[in-house]
């Protein structure tokens, strides 16, 4: 079993920025299994943000390339996701993928 836990959410203002972060536990983590970031707005369907695989390889959605980073950390089982000039449109649930876990999810607001 995998346990995800995001944190960091929260209301930004527009141009601002944030660091969403995934804490996995349980036995089923594993080091290897590709870390994803995915959003979610009310009504529509859940859309990929951002993935870190194993070897390193990043990719990130149009939507967020070049204003979003993607780190892990192997020794605390943690992926973090960064957003920089935040857009009104990057409200959304976002949630954590670890292999096939998906965490609960963490608003983010963005809004003045």
């Known amino acids: 079993q995998v346990q995800l836990v995001e944190s960091g959410g929260g209301l930004v203002q527009p141009g601002g920025s944030l660091r969403l972060s995934c804490a996995a536990s349980?036995?089923?983590?594993?080091?290897?299994?590709?870390r994803a970031w995915y959003r979610q707005v009310p009504g529509k369907q859940r859309e990929f943000v951002a993935l870190?695989?194993?070897?390193?390889?990043?990719v990130f959605a149009d939507s967020v390339k070049g204003r979003a980073g993607i780190s892990r950390d192997n020794t605390n089982n943690t992926v973090h996701l960064h957003l920089n000039n935040l857009k009104p449109e990057d409200t959304a649930v976002y949630y954590c993928?670890?292999?096939?876990?998906w965490g609960q999810g963490t608003q983010v607001t963005v809004s003045s």
């Open positions: 870190i695989h194993f070897g390193g390889t990043i």
């Open positions: 993928q670890w292999g096939t876990s």
């Open positions: 349980g036995s089923g983590v594993s080091i290897y299994a590709p």
